[in-house]
Each structure stands twice: as structure tokens, then as C-alpha cells.
């Protein structure tokens, strides 16, 4: 079966800092792959996605970055974290006929 | 640019009744709608999945219901137990461009 794994689970930042959030997917081969953040009182918002190694779509312009160096590894990150960076982050994953698979999150702070 | 609603933004009933959560959305020209549960401080869980072909699904007491044409689905959970107790999103695509647009979600409260 199809499992999915994210870390960590928490994390706390001071601004200025580098981050690194990771994803991997186990049982299935070319996934699709998303990075989600979901604010306090908000919706979900797609910040990345990926159809292949290599292959990186960004939603909305900001301070993070995604990168796909194996087929079941996602990666978040960002340089210099700001304030507006806190949130709980989510990896999802999609076979070829849907629906999309998450991850338990990271609850990401920033101090 | 799709919009998804959702109402109500909460919701309290008493163990044993049948909830009825709303989805609207903007954009009709819809790939597939999908409804997931999300029980706090955690990820997603899909619930359903409804093909823009399909007016309905249905898996245990759960059946979500799709009006492509009015932009709506409904879901709905029979004799609701303190167990179904979390936040409902509902969520949509647009062909097969692999986006999903989300609601803000119905947060659900079963009384025991």
C-alpha cells in the first residue's frame, strides 16, 4: 500500500533562518506531488507542484522553493524564513486517477 | 479563478443526527470534486472522490451528491456519531490541470 511521510512534525524558527521540509512517498511510482499551506482560519493554498524529477510548477510568487531530485522526494524550502512563512505545511501525492493523499503536516513557526 | 464556499463555517448537533454540509463553486467546468475530513493539528483524509460525469458517491454512511450545472455538491452523513466530530473541506479541479481549489471548510461538532 501507498504511504506518505512528512518531517518534522513541528518545527520553530527564528526569521532570517533556511528551511528544509521534506516528503517521500512509498508504494507507487510517478506521482504527482504537491506542497500545500494551510493558515490559521484559511483554506488550503497549492504553493508547488510536480509531475516528474525535476519538474517544479510554483502557484504563487514568494520566499519558498520546492525541488524533486528522485521521483518520490519532495522537497520545501527557503533561504531566509520571514514572520508570514508560519503555517501548517502539507505534502500530498496523486495517482493517475485521483484523489490526492496528504501527509500529517508540519506546523511550522516562526519566531 | 475558481472560488469554493462552504456552509455553514461550523456546525453542533446532537449524536444520531444527519448532516447535511454545502459546497458551492464557481467555475462549473469542473474535472473532479473531492471531499476530505481533517481532524485537528492533522493532514487530510480523502473522504470522496466525484467525477465530473458522476452525480454521486457513496462509501458507508457517507454519500456526497454533485450539480455540475448549479455549481453545488452536498454532503451528507447519516446518524452522525461524536467519532465524525473534525472539519469537512471540500475541494475542486479544473480539467485535469492537477490544482485543487479548496473551501475554508465546515467544522462539525457531534454532541454525545
Known amino acids: 500500500s501507498q504511504t506518505i511521510h512528512q518531517w518534522p512534525a513541528t518545527l520553530v524558527q527564528p526569521v532570517g533562518s533556511p528551511l528544509s521540509l521534506e516528503c517521500t512517498v512509498e508504494?507507487?511510482?510517478?506521482?504527482?506531488l504537491y506542497w500545500y499551506r494551510q493558515a490559521a482560519g484559511r483554506g488550503l493554498q497549492l504553493l508547488f507542484y510536480?509531475?516528474?524529477?525535476?519538474?517544479i510548477s510554483s502557484e504563487v510568487p514568494q520566499n519558498l522553493s520546492a525541488s524533486r531530485p528522485q521521483d518520490r522526494q519532495f522537497i520545501l524550502s527557503s533561504k531566509k524564513l520571514l514572520l508570514s512563512d508560519s503555517g501548517f505545511y502539507l505534502c500530498?501525492?496523486?495517482?493517475?486517477?485521483?484523489?490526492?493523499?496528504f501527509g500529517d503536516g508540519t506546523r511550522l513557526s516562526i519566531l | 479563478k475558481q472560488e469554493v464556499t462552504q456552509i455553514p463555517a461550523a456546525l453542533s448537533v446532537p449524536e444520531g443526527e444527519n448532516l447535511v454540509l454545502n459546497c458551492s463553486f464557481t467555475?462549473?467546468?469542473?474535472?473532479?470534486l473531492q471531499w476530505f475530513r481533517q481532524d485537528p493539528g492533522k493532514g487530510l483524509t480523502s473522504l470522496l472522490l466525484?467525477?465530473?460525469?458522476?452525480r454521486e458517491q457513496t462509501s458507508g454512511r457517507l454519500n456526497a451528491s454533485l450539480d455540475k450545472s448549479s455549481g453545488r455538491s452536498t454532503l451528507y452523513i447519516a446518524a452522525s456519531q461524536p467519532g465524525d466530530s473534525a472539519t469537512y473541506l471540500c475541494?475542486?479541479?479544473?480539467?485535469?490541470?492537477?490544482?485543487?481549489?479548496f473551501g475554508a471548510g465546515t467544522t462539525v461538532t457531534v454532541r454525545a
Open positions: 467555475d462549473s467546468a469542473i474535472y473532479n
Open positions: 475541494a475542486v479541479s479544473l480539467s485535469n490541470d492537477y490544482k485543487l481549489s
Open positions: 466525484i467525477q465530473s460525469s458522476q
Open positions: 508504494g507507487t511510482s510517478n506521482p504527482n
Open positions: 500530498a501525492w496523486e495517482g493517475q486517477a485521483g484523489p490526492q493523499h
Open positions: 510536480s509531475v516528474g524529477i525535476g519538474q
